[in-house]
């Protein structure tokens, strides 16, 4: 058993021990979680660097990672399901994707995995997770060469959205890889204005590694790059040096399987006794007694986890058992990610690199440019197929604007659809954005610090996932198979290239598009000859791209293709899942990752600025308010018919455009 410690640090009443309908109170049981794994196992072979690992006195490679579990206080209320929440850059997200759990609000939010009986258990897997604010990490043992630290080479990003001097030498805020020294006249600090543009290297007299400090001086520093005319904001800087120190990334990989197949049963680990159990402290069983069902749910980063460790075989645990019955990957697109190489970043997922890798469907597709043929699921499939999980892929529009989403299921070549495999299904949500939409709309900075031009998509997918969660389970238990996918197709004209979409999407006013030139791709990459090994060689080569198509648009203005809520189908107002950078965040003309924008009917900006709109007013399109409702029901009534949302939330999405209607139709 590869969990040979779980240290109960803290258990508490869950949300002040509220009671959720027949199952009651819910209890919040945080750990520290020790894996010890053998670095000699077959299923183990495909983590980057475990070789290299010390290993403790059983020859096994340890690691530790932070554990957050929810689950009925008393264990026999409980529906026997687990839902394993691979949290984003250390934050859990299954109760704001699933309780509709806003922030800062209740923690608990509607309680609808609660009300049902789920267990959820927030899993610390990111090596480079800062320490502290309630993020859950992983501390991952570092490669070793003859007891030294390995020295390599490694590419950061830096994306400013405000003028500055220094930046971390790490993705966003995460833990910075540090320059083996300070002079590396090697080094280079390259820029380009756009995402695919070419870039230039800037001298490499203009910056080094350095901070600036209090009192407005310089001083060297292995974790910061310093540029002296500044880093321009709107500007896309790469920079490629020599690194020292290698954890073991893939540790987190390992930890996501294992936690799993330790959760589902309720073996004892290595070193606890009966006196143990449940002490704060010391080793403990089990504190749940196990799980009929275990679920993988990941968004974003984490949904591009789920897809590598299919594409690694990992759901096969190191007892030979199945780690998952079925995961949902959400908002993943056609990628994985830097989840499994040496000096790899978890949370990068733009630069081009390993993540941006063919293959990009489940079965075999020809990669028109390497003419290799291969599919996610390809090894899994061969080697364990018993252990082969039901699978559910949801994905907004931001993945396929972003050049990725297609390729899960249109050929490298964008010739023709790719039939999915029997064990998947997936949906497109139409007019969606990265993340789910909320009310009113506004223009908060996404994740990376950009700031949208126009108000944020206001499409709340939330009761989609529901659905999608609960058809999983209904599928993996009861072989009650899932509603068939939705997504963009050739085959039936819904699936057409970004510059045919924008070319179509003429009646918004005050709406200035992007360069379709100027938009990101996924390109082939040649990351040096140890690629396989796992080392790459940077700045990566890139060469063709791949194609990006999307969904076409309607006369509203909103997608055509997949599921379509009654934000699309009943619209108030055209959503799109893209959004231009506001000026002040720099390059006014690119997109802004994964945030949309909702452009309501005689409104475009926040202002409500009067301005000529050629789009059917509200008074044209509906008598008044309640029949604007009715037809809102009579749509979410269809898609439960259907089963693409929970009978329950029929109401839940009526209540919504309530809410929409009475912003868009306010006076004041």
Same mark, same amino acid.
């Given at each position: 058993?590869? @969990?040979?410690?779980?240290?109960?640090?803290?258990?508490?009443?869950?949300?002040?021990?509220?009671?959720?309908?027949?199952?009651?109170?819910?209890?919040?049981?945080?750990?520290?979680?020790?894996?010890?794994?053998?670095?000699?196992?077959?299923?183990?072979? #495909?983590?980057?660097?475990?070789?290299?690992?010390?290993?403790?006195?059983?020859?096994?490679?340890?690691?530790?990672?932070?554990?957050?579990?929810?689950?009925?206080?008393?264990?026999?209320?409980?529906?026997?399901?687990?839902?394993?929440?691979?949290?984003?850059?250390?934050?859990?997200?299954?109760?704001?994707?699933?309780?509709?759990?806003?922030?800062?609000?209740?923690?608990?939010?509607?309680?609808?995995?609660?009300?049902?009986?789920?267990?959820?258990?927030?899993?610390?897997?990111?090596?480079? @997770?800062?320490?502290?604010?309630?993020?859950?990490?992983? $501390?991952?043992?570092?490669?070793?060469?003859?007891?030294?630290?390995?020295?390599?080479?490694?590419?950061?990003?830096?994306?400013?959205?405000?003028?500055?001097?220094?930046?971390?030498?790490?993705?966003?805020?995460?833990?910075?890889?540090?320059?083996?020294?300070?002079?590396?006249?090697?080094?280079?600090?390259?820029?380009?204005?756009?995402?695919?543009?070419?870039?230039?290297?800037?001298?490499?007299?203009?910056?080094?590694?350095?901070?600036?400090?209090?009192?407005?001086?310089?001083?060297?520093?292995?974790?910061?790059?310093?540029?002296?005319?500044?880093?321009?904001?709107?500007?896309?800087?790469?920079?490629?040096?020599?690194?020292?120190?290698?954890?073991?990334?893939?540790?987190?990989?390992?930890?996501?399987?294992?936690?799993?197949?330790?959760?589902?049963?309720?073996?004892?680990?290595?070193?606890?006794?009966?006196?143990?159990?449940?002490?704060?402290?010391?080793?403990?069983?089990?504190?749940?007694?196990?799980?009929?069902? =275990?679920?993988?749910?990941?968004?974003?980063?984490?949904?591009?986890?789920?897809?590598?460790?299919?594409?690694?075989?990992?759901?096969?645990?190191?007892?030979?058992?199945?780690?998952?019955?079925?995961?949902?990957?959400?908002?993943?697109?056609?990628?994985?990610?830097?989840?499994?190489?040496?000096?790899?970043?978890?949370?990068?997922?733009?630069?081009?690199?390993?993540?941006?890798?063919?293959?990009?469907?489940?079965?075999?597709?020809?990669?028109?440019?390497?003419?290799?043929?291969?599919?996610?699921?390809?090894?899994?499939?061969?080697?364990?197929?018993?252990?082969?999980?039901?699978?559910?892929?949801?994905?907004?529009?931001?993945?396929?604007?972003?050049?990725?989403?297609?390729?899960?299921?249109?050929?490298?070549?964008?010739?023709?659809?790719?039939?999915?495999?029997?064990?998947?299904?997936?949906?497109?949500?139409?007019?969606?954005?990265?993340?789910?939409?909320?009310?009113?709309?506004?223009?908060? &900075?996404?994740?990376?610090?950009?700031?949208?031009?126009?108000?944020?998509?206001?499409?709340?997918?939330?009761?989609?996932?529901? &659905?999608?969660?609960?058809?999983?389970?209904?599928? @993996?238990? $009861?072989?009650?198979?899932?509603?068939?996918?939705?997504?963009?197709?050739?085959?039936?004209?819904?699936?057409?290239?970004? /510059?045919?979409?924008?070319?179509?999407?003429? #009646?918004?006013?005050?709406?200035?598009?992007?360069?379709?030139?100027?938009?990101? =791709?996924?390109?082939?990459?040649?990351?040096?000859?140890?690629?396989?090994?796992?080392?790459?060689?940077?700045?990566?080569?890139?060469?063709?791209?791949?194609?990006?198509?999307?969904? /076409?648009?309607?006369?509203?203005?909103?997608?055509?293709?997949?599921?379509?809520?009654?934000?699309?189908?009943?619209?108030?107002?055209?959503?799109?899942?893209?959004?231009?950078?506001?000026?002040?965040?720099?390059?006014?003309? $690119?997109?802004?990752?994964?945030?949309?924008?909702?452009?309501?009917?005689?409104?475009?900006?926040?202002?409500?600025?009067?301005?000529?709109?050629?789009?059917?007013?509200?008074?044209?399109?509906?008598?008044?308010?309640?029949?604007?409702?009715?037809?809102?029901?009579?749509?979410?009534?269809?898609?439960?018919?259907?089963?693409?949302?929970?009978?329950?939330?029929?109401?839940?999405?009526?209540?919504?455009?309530?809410?929409?209607?009475?912003?868009?139709?306010?006076?004041?």
């Amino acid at each position: 058993m590869p @969990v040979v410690d779980f240290e109960i640090t803290s258990r508490r009443p869950f949300a002040e021990g509220v009671s959720f309908g027949e199952v009651g109170a819910y209890e919040q049981i945080d750990a520290r979680v020790t894996f010890a794994v053998d670095p000699t196992a077959e299923v183990n072979a #495909a983590i980057v660097d475990l070789a290299l690992a010390p290993r403790d006195a059983e020859g096994c490679v340890r690691f530790t990672s932070d554990l957050s579990l929810l689950a009925p206080a008393n264990g026999g209320a409980g529906n026997g399901r687990l839902l394993v929440d691979v949290v984003n850059r250390g934050n859990p997200r299954a109760l704001g994707a699933f309780n509709r759990a806003d922030a800062g609000g209740d923690p608990a939010g509607d309680g609808f995995l609660m009300r049902r009986g789920w267990s959820v258990a927030s899993i610390g897997w990111q090596w480079d @997770v800062p320490a502290g604010g309630g993020l859950l990490g992983l $501390q991952a043992p570092h490669a070793m060469i003859d007891g030294r630290e390995i020295r390599g080479q490694i590419a950061v990003e830096i994306r400013p959205h405000v003028e500055e001097r220094t930046r971390l030498l790490a993705n966003r805020i995460h833990i910075p890889y540090l320059a083996a020294d300070l002079e590396q006249p090697d080094a280079a600090l390259l820029v380009r204005d756009w995402e695919d543009g070419p870039a230039s290297e800037l001298p490499r007299s203009s910056w080094r590694f350095a901070r600036e400090v209090d009192g407005g001086g310089v001083e060297p520093s292995r974790e910061h790059v310093y540029l002296e005319s500044g880093f321009v904001p709107g500007k896309i800087y790469e920079l490629v040096f020599e690194t020292e120190g290698a954890p073991v990334v893939g540790c987190g990989l390992l930890a996501l399987r294992e936690i799993a197949s330790f959760l589902r049963g309720s073996s004892t680990p290595s070193g606890a006794g009966p006196e143990d159990v449940g002490s704060p402290g010391g080793a403990s069983l089990n504190p749940t007694g196990g799980f009929e069902r =275990v679920y993988g749910y990941g968004i974003s980063q984490t949904g591009r986890m789920l897809r590598h460790l299919l594409y690694l075989a990992l759901n096969v645990a190191e007892d030979g058992s199945a780690a998952y019955d079925g995961l949902l990957p959400h908002v993943a697109g056609g990628r994985r990610g830097e989840f499994n190489h040496r000096f790899a970043q978890p949370s990068q997922q733009s630069l081009p690199g390993f993540g941006h890798q063919f293959p990009f469907s489940d079965d075999p597709t020809v990669d028109p440019y390497s003419e290799r043929t291969e599919g996610l699921l390809d090894r899994l499939r061969s080697e364990s197929p018993e252990a082969l999980p039901k699978v559910i892929y949801t994905n907004s529009g931001a993945e396929y604007w972003r050049g990725d989403g297609s390729l899960a299921h249109i050929d490298p070549a964008g010739d023709e659809d790719i039939e999915l495999p029997e064990e998947v299904r997936s949906y497109s949500f139409a007019g969606a954005q990265h993340v789910p939409g909320t009310m009113p709309p506004d223009s908060a &900075a996404g994740g990376d610090g950009a700031r949208p031009r126009y108000a944020r998509n206001t499409v709340d997918y939330r009761p989609l996932l529901r &659905a999608a969660l609960i058809n999983l389970d209904a599928w @993996v238990s $009861q072989r009650i198979e899932p509603p068939p996918s939705r997504y963009p197709r050739i085959a039936d004209g819904t699936a057409v290239t970004r /510059a045919e979409a924008l070319a179509s999407l003429w #009646a918004v006013p005050g709406l200035e598009r992007p360069d379709p030139e100027r938009l990101w =791709v996924i390109r082939t990459t040649d990351l040096g000859s140890d690629a396989a090994e796992g080392i790459g060689r940077y700045p990566v080569v890139e060469g063709d791209a791949y194609p990006a198509l999307v969904s /076409a648009l309607d006369a509203n203005g909103n997608e055509r293709a997949g599921v379509r809520l009654p934000d699309v189908t009943v619209p108030l107002a055209t959503h799109l899942p893209w959004n231009l950078r506001d000026p002040d965040s720099g390059a006014p003309e $690119q997109i802004v990752p994964m945030i949309g924008s909702s452009h309501y009917f005689g409104t475009t900006r926040l202002t409500r600025e009067a301005v000529s709109d050629p789009r059917r007013s509200l008074g044209e399109r509906y008598a008044d308010r309640a029949d604007y409702l009715a037809q809102v029901e009579a749509a979410a009534r269809a898609l439960a018919s259907d089963r693409y949302v929970l009978e329950s939330d029929v109401a839940t999405l009526v209540a919504d455009a309530a809410v929409r209607w009475d912003w868009a139709t306010r006076t004041t």
